[in-house]
């Protein structure tokens, strides 16, 4: 059972790029698909995107296509999400995630088992 840690969250302006952490305590990410979603104040968590580890394979919400970018490093069992231009209605909590169903390319958050604490993105126009 793998443990899931965020980090890299922070207050930024519009247009600002970050880069969020997510790393694997406890087991390794091997055979997982490990996501990304967020939670703005007052709504559902949404996907955001996610990579799936044996291949590298990967895919986004529409929202951030573009401007987002996940990506994996073996060596660190970590994954990682660049996010750039960033816009004020990306500001949420964002909360890495693993699937053990590692063939599976899912967006539903329920698919996912293992969760972290969450790190805060704030964006300010």
């Known amino acids: 059972q793998v443990q899931v840690i965020e980090s890299g969250g922070d207050s930024v302006q519009a247009g600002d790029s970050l880069r969020l952490s997510c790393a694997a305590s406890?087991?390794?990410?091997?055979?997982?698909?490990v996501g990304w979603f967020r939670q703005a104040p007052g709504k559902g968590r949404e996907f955001v995107a996610a990579?799936?580890?044996?291949?590298?394979?990967?895919w986004y919400a529409d929202y951030v296509k573009g401007r987002f970018t996940i990506s994996r490093d073996n060596a660190k069992n970590t994954v990682y999400l660049q996010m750039s231009a960033l816009k004020p209605e990306d500001t949420a909590v964002y909360y890495c995630?693993?699937?053990?169903?590692?063939?599976?390319?899912?967006?539903?958050?329920?698919?996912?088992?293992?969760w972290g604490q969450g790190t805060q993105v704030t964006v300010s126009s």
């Open positions: 995630a693993a699937d053990s169903a590692g063939w599976r390319t899912s967006t539903k958050a329920g698919d996912y088992q293992y």
């Open positions: 406890r087991g390794t990410f091997s055979n997982y698909v």
């Open positions: 990579i799936r580890w044996s291949y590298g394979y990967t």
